[in-house]
Nanobody
Framework: QVQLVESGGGLVQPGGSLRLSCAASGFRFSSYRMSWYRQAPGKERELVAHITGAGDSTNYGDSMKGRFTISRDNAKNTVYLQMNSLKPEDTAMYYC????????WGQGTQVTVSS
């Protein structure tokens, strides 16, 4: 069955960095665009970034451009989200997702940006 397992979240100070990972199984990973979403308490779910199946094209939400980088390793069935220059407003649960439309497969990993 389809499974997405996120990891790499944690507590980081403002200006710090984190790299999230998402291990995928149960489907032909390289054939699907992958995305990251986030949701903060009391706020709507937000598309963070997405990447094509081949990894040759990416897109980002406006507030993430220049700070976040999405990438993938199709040999490892893993998608990554490198987050730099983190801000308190980046605090949220981050979810890996198949495709661009929200599907709700992963359990998420918590990112907290605080001093």
């Amino acid at each position: 069955q389809v499974q997405l397992v996120e990891s790499g979240g944690g507590l980081v100070q403002p200006g710090g960095s984190l790299r999230l990972s998402c291990a995928a199984s149960g489907f032909r990973f390289s054939s699907y665009r992958m995305s990251w979403y986030r949701q903060a308490p009391g706020k709507e779910r937000e598309l963070v970034a997405h990447i094509t199946g081949a990894g040759d094209s990416t897109n980002y939400g406006d507030s993430m451009k220049g700070r976040f980088t999405i990438s993938r390793d199709n040999a490892k069935n893993t998608v990554y989200l490198q987050m730099n220059s983190l801000k308190p407003e980046d605090t949220a649960m981050y979810y890996c997702n198949i495709g661009v439309s929200w599907g709700g497969w992963g359990q998420g990993t918590q990112v907290t940006v605080s001093s």
